[in-house]
């Protein structure tokens, strides 16, 4: 069976939680996608 395929927003979460986790600085292009930005905040916030 192959991997389960994770959708771009699942694998942005990810990437935003191994960052704080590891004390990374996270980058979030805000003018993609300017309704996430919070949320793109607040999950990197709650793993630092």
């Known amino acids: 069976m192959a991997p389960r395929r994770h959708t771009p ?3 942005v979460t ?3 939680q191994l960052a ?3 004390g990374l600085p ?3 292009a805000s003018h993609f996608a300017p ?3 919070e949320e793109a ?3 990197y916030r709650i793993n630092v």
Do not use: C, G
Request: charged content about 30%; glycine content about 0%; hydrophobic content about 50%.
């Open 9 to 11: 927003e699942e694998s």
């Open 14 to 16: 990810k990437l935003r």
């Open 20 to 22: 704080a986790h590891f």
């Open 26 to 28: 996270y980058v979030f």
């Open 35 to 37: 309704d996430m930005l």
């Open 41 to 43: 905040l607040h999950v």
